[in-house]
């Protein structure tokens, strides 16, 4: 039997393959941490990780400190897979406002 190639195929296989890639590379990736938020003396806005000690950053404003503290924890985390150490778990949890 003659191997034909069939680009409709092959485009649709790759298409699947790719959203089947991304899907687990995002759960893989992206992880879920509690960050505390706290203001300091200073007016300095402290962010620190709970579930990764020592992991902690600062910001003049809300968002400043929140991206700071992304940053730090993805250098923790690559330290910790670097060094073969165990990476604390993601959370899966939702905050509701009530009146």
Do not use: W
Request: glycine content about 6%; overall charge negative; proline content about 7%.
């Amino acid at each position: 039997m003659k191997n034909t190639y069939n680009p409709r195929f092959t485009c649709y296989f790759s298409h699947c393959f790719l959203e089947i890639y991304l899907y687990f590379r995002s759960l893989l990736l992206f992880m879920k941490y509690r960050v505390i938020l706290e203001p300091d003396e200073d007016g300095m806005i402290i962010a620190s990780v709970p579930a990764l000690p020592g992991c902690i950053s600062q910001g003049e404003s809300r968002m400043e400190a929140v991206n700071n503290i992304r940053d730090a924890v993805q250098g923790y985390v690559a330290s910790l897979k670097k060094h073969g150490e165990p990476v604390p778990p993601s959370i899966d949890e939702e905050i509701i406002e009530v009146g």
